[in-house]
């Protein structure tokens, strides 16, 4: 939820009543018990040995001089906006940091408020590789947990819980929300599906977020109040079982024993790995650099092992920076989703520009550089014996799909056929007579039920007025109205048309066009020496391809293509087409509202393209006047 930076507005102080008011709806919320002051009671004033528990509590949820603010922050595969309110506090010899954060009128903990306050919810565990997943931004998975069955009865579904690692079961590293009734689950061998929606973590910016602090604060190694026991009966017993010199094991849990409890329990945590799901959310700027460095030695890796009798495997030097971005980086990008698609620019890394990344990869000693002319840096040579090209280890890439695919994003790379490069396109508009102008075709002997194009429709016309004897005998271009006419074409609604039945007559071609105004549109798509008759026109007005630019996150332009099927089309190859030429991330999902029989998909292109992609279709044979660009940063339709 928070791997992106929230936007927080200004800080303002809590008043002392909206304090006590929020703690204590706090304290209803999470079902807390409050406490008494012993020395209080022992006076006999039990009163106040409530206020005061009532008091300290308070004060452990929410500090006095806390401080509230809004914040937003986009999250998901859609980048929906969220936004909320963050309550920040500072403990005792600590510095402020955020200690709540309203969502959708629920109220959630961040670790530093678990760290001080045990056992405010439901703890469950995990391994330690999983946890490391879901501070990267991943929700747990049934098979991921630990330490159970039983599992806290408290742990059901929709309620808040904490998440911690096994081997550091008593500090709370992840908070979220349960997906399903955990505390009812009897086993968890063979369970899938997804059993906790990360909501914070240890790692996360408001984590990060803290002031006069750059880093957020260090979790403890151990806190006393959080027992790895899933119920507190759980923890007497194993205060009883230590006693006695037993194994303090809960019941169910993961024995470390021996060699082939082990065994089963990497094969487990290997299972509870594969069924992780991360949450589509935006990258960090080291996970982008990390990303393109690793895109590189991807594409060194393929030519060293393609092109093995090659002197320079496959490579000719020298290499534009342009070619570095388009050939060697964005085919091998990991790029699954919109949001990594989103993320993974050049722009986006520390680097900046092309250029200054070449330049780290020499200073790497994998590549031997130069400045041309104008500011351009090229490859001169590559060290395929470089030790981070010999430790490369390859991995997954989305797959090329034949045929245009919803959710997938585009990976190039390789040669695609796209036979829509060299293609001839004509568009023809037809129209089909309404029953109401029957008359008029009979007269020639033709049938409303056929399709006409606008120039055929003149000699049916030109055929009824004279064999009605139309035509004014004072001006050939006229045309007398009939009670035919009158009614079939000139209805009465409109002032122009109550004007013309008042006169009587009608210019020629202006009642030409309007007969055609008054048929059905038909439309259709010739591609190469296709006719008429070889396609089946579709009723509509024609199609268009809509290029649209519009802002996200602030200041991000993108550009978004639809409608390309129409026009024989590949949008996966145009897709792939765009990612080269605009040096850019794309993808391609389905258009929303597209029905899932005929989809219509469109292509998101990262920043303000609509030359490229204008450019792109014209080698496709599409018009321009075929083709509309709205631009919504501007809020006009050009």
Same mark, same amino acid.
């Given at each position: ?25 706090? @304290?209803? #919320? ?12 022992? #006076? ?24 509230? %603010? ?37 109220? !959630? ?7 001080? *306050? ?20 991943? $929700? ?5 947990? %630990? ?10 579904? $929709? ?7 096994? /081997? ?7 908070? =979220?929300?349960?997906? @399903?009734? @955990? ?74 024993? $021996? ?8 094969? /487990? ?21 990390? +990303?393109?460095?690793? %895109? ?39 790029? !699954? ?51 981070? @090209?010999?430790? !490369? ?20 790379? =390789? ?27 009979? +007269?020639? *002997? ?26 004014? %005998? ?5 045309? *007398? ?28 071609? +202006? ?17 190469? $020496? ?19 630019? /519009? ?37 391609? *999902? ?16 990262? =920043? ?31």
């Amino acid at each position: 939820m928070f791997r992106k930076k929230p936007h927080i507005k200004p800080l303002s102080p809590l008043r002392s009543s909206d304090r006590r008011k929020i703690a204590d709806q706090i @304290i209803v #919320d999470f079902h807390l018990n409050v406490g008494t002051n012993e020395s209080a009671e022992g #006076d006999g004033d039990g009163q106040a040995a409530v206020g005061t528990g009532l008091g300290a509590l308070r004060s452990s949820l929410l500090p006095e001089n806390s401080l509230s %603010a809004r914040f937003t922050t986009t999250a998901g595969p859609e980048l929906k906006q969220i936004s909320g309110m963050v309550y920040v506090g500072a403990y005792p010899d600590e510095v402020q940091r955020v200690l709540w954060v309203r969502l959708e009128e629920r109220m !959630f903990p961040t670790v530093y408020t678990l760290w001080h *306050n045990p056992r405010l919810v439901p703890l469950l565990h995990t391994p330690s590789i999983v946890l490391q997943k879901l501070r990267g931004g991943a $929700d747990l998975m049934t098979p991921g947990l %630990a330490a159970g069955p039983p599992f806290h009865r408290e742990a059901k579904k $929709d309620s808040i819980v904490a998440i911690a690692s096994l /081997e550091k079961p008593s500090v709370p590293m992840v908070v =979220g929300v349960c997906e @399903i009734e @955990i505390s009812g689950l009897q086993k968890i061998q063979g369970e899938k599906g997804r059993a906790v929606r990360g909501v914070h973590w240890d790692g996360d910016e408001l984590w990060t977020w803290g002031t006069g602090e750059k880093t957020g604060g260090r979790a403890p190694e151990h806190i006393q109040g959080w027992s790895h026991a899933t119920e507190p009966q759980d923890a007497e017993r194993d205060l009883k079982a230590e006693a006695d010199g037993e194994d303090s094991q809960v019941d169910g849990g993961v024995p470390l024993g $021996d060699e082939s409890s082990r065994a089963h329990n990497a094969e /487990e945590i290997g299972k509870a790995l594969e069924g992780i799901e991360v949450e589509d959310r935006g990258l960090s700027t080291k996970e982008i650099d990390e +990303a393109f460095r690793n %895109a590189f030695l991807f594409a060194i890796h393929h030519h060293k092992t393609t092109n093995k009798g090659d002197a320079n495997h496959g490579l000719q030097y020298p290499i534009p920076q342009s070619l570095v971005i388009s050939n060697l980086i964005l085919p091998y990008l990991p790029i !699954f989703t919109p949001a990594q698609a989103f993320s993974l620019q050049i722009k986006r890394t520390s680097w900046k520009s092309p250029r200054k990344f070449i330049k780290y990869l020499e200073k790497e000693k994998i590549v031997k550089s130069k400045d041309r002319n104008g500011g351009e840096t090229v490859i001169l040579d590559v060290d395929f014996e470089a030790r981070a @090209i010999l430790e !490369f280890v390859p991995y997954k890439l989305p797959k090329k799909e034949a045929e245009d695919g919803g959710g997938r994003a585009t990976s190039a790379g =390789g040669k695609t056929e796209d036979g829509s490069v060299v293609q001839q396109l004509k568009m023809i508009i037809l129209y089909r007579p309404k029953e109401k102008l029957a008359p008029l075709f009979e +007269a020639s *002997n033709h049938s409303v039920k056929s399709l006409y194009f606008a120039s055929e429709l003149r000699p049916v016309i030109t055929a009824y007025t004279e064999s009605e004897e139309l035509i004014s %005998a004072t001006n050939k271009r006229l045309i *007398n109205l009939n009670p035919i006419l009158a009614n079939a074409v000139f209805d009465g609604q409109s002032s122009i048309d109550r004007e013309v039945i008042a006169k009587g007559n009608v210019p020629r071609d +202006a009642l030409t066009d309007r007969v055609v105004h008054s048929c059905s549109p038909f439309w259709a798509i010739l591609r190469g $020496d296709e006719t008429r008759d070889d396609v089946k026109p579709k009723a509509g007005s024609p199609p268009k391809i809509q290029i649209v630019l /519009e802002t996200r996150s602030g200041n991000k332009t993108v550009t978004k293509v639809s409608g390309v099927e129409a026009f024989y089309i590949n949008s996966q190859h145009l897709a792939e087409e765009l990612q080269k030429t605009c040096a850019s991330s794309t993808s391609v *999902n389905q258009f929303v509202g597209s029905s899932p029989k005929n989809p219509v998909m469109e292509i998101l292109v990262q =920043g303000p393209q609509k030359e490229a992609v204008s450019k792109a279709l014209e080698r496709r044979a599409v018009k321009r006047q075929w083709i509309d660009i709205i631009d919504k940063t501007k809020g006009k339709k050009k």
